[in-house]
Each structure stands twice: as structure tokens, then as C-alpha cells.
């Protein structure tokens, strides 16, 4: 039996999850765990060996041995390494060895903010609320272009709206823990909202759901 309060927000990839998971935690005093790195960090030692993410046995080895130590976003933010980590996730053994880390950080008090794909239907079904946060591929393909360019890098429109598309369809397809919003998710599309409200409609559903039945207003 644990007291700590567990946000789960799952969404597409470009939805502005974990950027806003993020936020709410530091807002709200909840540790912060965007688990996309942990896939990401097994694509980085599978590549890094030579190896082919498609490869179920390399990559569940590398996943048993992934640690906290992996999870270093500037190293693991390569298009390539997230192209591998979509890979990799749609082994059923990968995603048993990162499960037990995964639920050990939402467990430790006083909570945690989870970001993925499949935390409020697989990594934390008894999750004290659960998001799905979602955006029109146009709008994410947009956003992800936006922060490229920022960063320097020379992208084309059209091909990054391509990856998205493409990455949706490999993350609802698989077999295990397909992106899908669990029935008792909370759904919040973010395309016609900008950071600041998008972040208030995560705090607004964290209140009501921390709010005691009979508060008086
Ligand atoms: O969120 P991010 O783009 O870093 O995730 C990389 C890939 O890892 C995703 O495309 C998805 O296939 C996989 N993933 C997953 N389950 C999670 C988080 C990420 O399958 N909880």
C-alpha cells in the first residue's frame, strides 16, 4: 500500500507530453520520469554494439541492463536512437525488463509525473490520474520541426511530418501496450492550445482529482 500520487500522461510522440509532464511535476513537488528515454537508452546500447534494434534477444539484454545512469536526454535526443527506440519497444521482452524500474520511481513517495505511452493501461493501471495528451499529427509535425530548426538542424517539413505519421502507426499497431488512452484517461488535445494553457488544463485535472469531496469554495 503506497501513498504517493501517481500522474500518468501518456500521447502520441510530438504532443507536448513530456514537456508537459515535466512542468506539472516540478509544479506540483512529484519526481519526473519521461520513459521514452528508457527505450531510447536501450536503442543507444544496441546501436552502439552494432546491433539491430529488431533484434528481441540483443535488445532485451540491453534493457535489462539499462540504469539511471542511461538516462541522459541530450545523449539519447538523435532522430536515429528515437527511430531505434520505436523499434525496440515493440519487443514484448524489452518492455517486461523495463517495467520494474518503471514502477519503483512511481512508487517512491511523494509520487511521481510518468510520461509515455502506456502508463495509465500497462505501468500504472492504478494510477491516481491519468492523461492522454493529443495534438493533430499536422500540428505535432509542426512543433517537432520548429524545435529542430531551433537546434540547427536542416529539416525538411514534409519528411518530419512522414516520421510522425510513421511513428504513430508502429507505436498503435504492436502487439504489447499499443499507444491507445486507457477508458479512464482524461483526454487533452493540445492543438489549438500554446505551452501555459495546455499546462493549466493538466494542473486543472490534477486539482480536481486532489480536491477533497466536500471542500467548501
Ligand atoms: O517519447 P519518445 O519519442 O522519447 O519515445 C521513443 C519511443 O519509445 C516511442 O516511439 C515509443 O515507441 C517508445 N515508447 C514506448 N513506451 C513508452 C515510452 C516510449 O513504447 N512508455
Known amino acids: 500500500m503506497t501513498t504517493a500520487i501517481v500522474v500518468a500522461v501518456d500521447g502520441p510522440a510530438a504532443s507536448g507530453k ?9 509544479a506540483n513537488g512529484l519526481r519526473f520520469l ?3 528515454l528508457l527505450y531510447r537508452a536501450v536503442a543507444r546500447r544496441v546501436l ?5 534494434p529488431a533484434d528481441e534477444p540483443a535488445a532485451a539484454a540491453a534493457a535489462e541492463a539499462v540504469s539511471a545512469d542511461d538516462l541522459d536526454p ?16 515493440v519487443h514484448p521482452a524489452v518492455r517486461r525488463a523495463l517495467l520494474a524500474f518503471q514502477r519503483d520511481f512511481a512508487a ?14 500497462v505501468v500504472c493501471p492504478d494510477a491516481t490520474l491519468k492523461l492522454f495528451i493529443t495534438a493533430t499529427p499536422e500540428v505535432r509535425a509542426r512543433r517537432r ?6 537546434r540547427g538542424e536542416v529539416v ?5 511530418l512522414q516520421d510522425v505519421v510513421e511513428r504513430d502507426r508502429r507505436d498503435q499497431d504492436r502487439a504489447v501496450a499499443p499507444l491507445s488512452a486507457a477508458p479512464d484517461a482524461i483526454r487533452i488535445d ?8 495546455s499546462l493549466a488544463a493538466l494542473q486543472a485535472a490534477l486539482d480536481a482529482r486532489r480536491a477533497p469531496p466536500h471542500r467548501k469554495t
Open 18 to 26: 513530456t514537456t508537459l509532464a515535466k512542468r506539472l511535476a516540478e
Open 34 to 36: 519521461d520513459t521514452g
Open 48 to 52: 552502439a554494439r552494432g546491433q539491430s
Open 74 to 89: 541530450q545523449a539519447l535526443s538523435a532522430e536515429r536512437i528515437g527511430e531505434g527506440a520505436s523499434i525496440v519497444a
Open 108 to 121: 517512491r513517495p511523494p509520487g511521481a509525473v510518468l510520461a509515455g505511452r502506456d502508463i495509465g493501461s
Open 145 to 150: 520541426f520548429e524545435e529542430l530548426r531551433s
Open 156 to 160: 525538411m517539413y514534409e519528411r518530419v
Open 190 to 197: 493540445t492543438s489549438a492550445l500554446d505551452l501555459d494553457a
